[in-house]
């Protein structure tokens, strides 16, 4: 149980559109959806927690006009990274924790691969 | 923020191999989590420490909930290749956030 789905895998975009990331969490509802980017052999780093019915948290340095997120329902939550530069290509990877239980660990999305050209 | 310390940061072992890492931390915790995360996918965990001093195995995998709660191990045994990968450990943060370790990159030889 518990399964997080990311879509899509893989993005190859212009410099200047905008790309949508979902990420649904398939059997379990969750409230609170994180954010992640992740560089090549480093770390998660939060970027920002979709909060479903509410305006997002992000953290700081992370410019929200520039990444936005939408928790629309308890099992969908969108990055789009809007007017995408090539230094916005990386790795996005949302994850979820089932709600109601504390400390519960959190369940990832198999994340994307942004490439700006 | 908390910095969790991952040691080493990468290993290179010969396939049969047993493989020790270990995550530290200035704070004191209630769990520890060890994920996993093969190339180009996301983290999959592999075990979940809840009490101090636990031991918990999963497969060939064993973590241990460290006695001071500011620690926790991931050994594995016999390593094979599909073992490759970063492994990450995770403590808890505020509003079921966690912070991640910075990784130990394991690469298995044939």
């Known amino acids: 149980g518990a399964v997080v789905s990311q879509h899509p895998s893989r993005v190859i975009c212009k410099s200047g559109t905008s790309v949508k990331i979902e990420c649904r969490s398939l059997?379990?509802?969750?409230?609170?959806m994180f954010w992640y980017r992740q560089f090549p052999k480093k770390s998660l780093m939060l970027m920002a927690t979709?909060?479903?019915?509410?305006?997002?948290?992000?953290e700081q340095g992370v410019e929200k006009d520039k990444f936005l997120i939408n928790h629309a329902s308890l099992t969908l939550s969108t990055l789009t990274v809007t007017s995408a530069h090539p230094e916005d290509s990386s790795f996005y990877i949302c994850?979820?924790?089932?709600?109601?239980?504390?400390?519960?660990?959190?369940?990832f999305g198999n994340g994307t691969r942004l490439t700006v050209t | 923020g908390q910095q969790l310390n991952q040691s080493p940061q990468s290993m290179f072992i010969q396939e049969g191999e047993d493989v020790s890492m270990n995550c530290t931390s200035s704070?004191?915790?209630?769990?520890w989590l060890w994920y996993k995360q093969d190339p180009g996918e996301g983290p999959v965990l592999l075990i979940a420490?809840?009490?101090?001093?636990e031991l918990t195995s999963n497969g060939r995998l064993t973590a241990q909930f460290g006695i001071t709660r500011k620690d926790s191990f991931l050994n594995i045994s016999a390593s094979i290749p599909s073992d490759v990968g970063i492994y990450f450990c995770?403590?808890?943060?505020?509003?079921?956030?966690?912070?991640f370790g910075t990784g130990t990159s394991l690469t298995v030889i044939p």
């Open positions: 704070s004191i915790f209630n769990t």
């Open positions: 994850s979820a924790p089932p709600t109601g239980r504390n400390n519960s660990p959190l369940h």
């Open positions: 995770a403590a808890p943060n505020t509003g079921n956030q966690f912070y």
């Open positions: 059997d379990f509802q969750a409230t609170t």
């Open positions: 979709s909060n479903e019915g509410s305006k997002a948290t992000y």
């Open positions: 420490l809840y009490k101090a001093g």
